[in-house]
């Protein structure tokens, strides 16, 4: 497997999947939804595709524990093929452990899928206890 580092606007990169990341909230008992907040990442390309994430989310079929995943196939106003929703728990909670979770289920998910080429798109997330090179 080979690695790189790239930056830029996930909803703009051209590849065969961009993973993002979703984490878990509280959830409301009386709405009975999935509560779940995306990352920054995640809310660009939310914004690009007119809040589709958003609304697949509330229907509930996504808990974003860490390591679990959910694969998006042609969301308009987004260059890549699919987009991957990875878990990361709470975000307030997120360790290394939480961490290596989530990116070993982004990597099952897209070995498993098949794909290629993908961008696992977590710079912007804030691992306690980790410097933004280790993430």
């Known amino acids: 497997m080979e690695f790189s580092i790239k930056a830029g606007n996930p909803e703009?990169?051209?590849?065969?999947?961009?993973?993002?990341a979703?984490?878990?909230t509280?959830?409301?008992a009386a709405?009975?939804?999935?509560?779940?907040?995306l990352s920054d990442?995640?809310?660009?390309?939310?914004?690009?595709?007119?809040?589709?994430?958003?609304?697949?989310?509330?229907?509930?079929d996504f808990e974003p524990?860490?390591?679990?995943?959910?694969?998006?196939?042609?969301?308009?106003?987004?260059?890549?093929?699919?987009?991957?929703l990875v878990g990361f728990g709470k975000q307030q909670?997120?360790?290394?452990?939480q961490y290596r979770d989530?990116?070993?289920g982004a990597v099952r998910a897209l070995t498993d899928a098949g794909i290629g080429e993908a961008v696992i798109h977590t710079g912007d997330l804030g691992v306690r206890e980790q410097s933004a090179d280790w993430v």
């Open 26 to 28: 509280d959830k409301l």
């Open 41 to 60: 990442a995640a809310q660009s390309v939310d914004r690009a595709c007119g809040g589709r994430i958003s609304r697949i989310l509330k229907q509930g």
């Open 65 to 84: 524990k860490p390591g679990a995943t959910l694969m998006l196939y042609d969301l308009p106003g987004v260059t890549a093929k699919r987009i991957l």
């Open 31 to 37: 709405a009975k939804l999935s509560a779940a907040k």
């Open 102 to 104: 989530g990116i070993r």
């Open 93 to 97: 909670e997120l360790q290394a452990r």
């Open 12 to 20: 703009k990169m051209k590849s065969d999947c961009i993973a993002i």
């Open 22 to 24: 979703v984490f878990a």
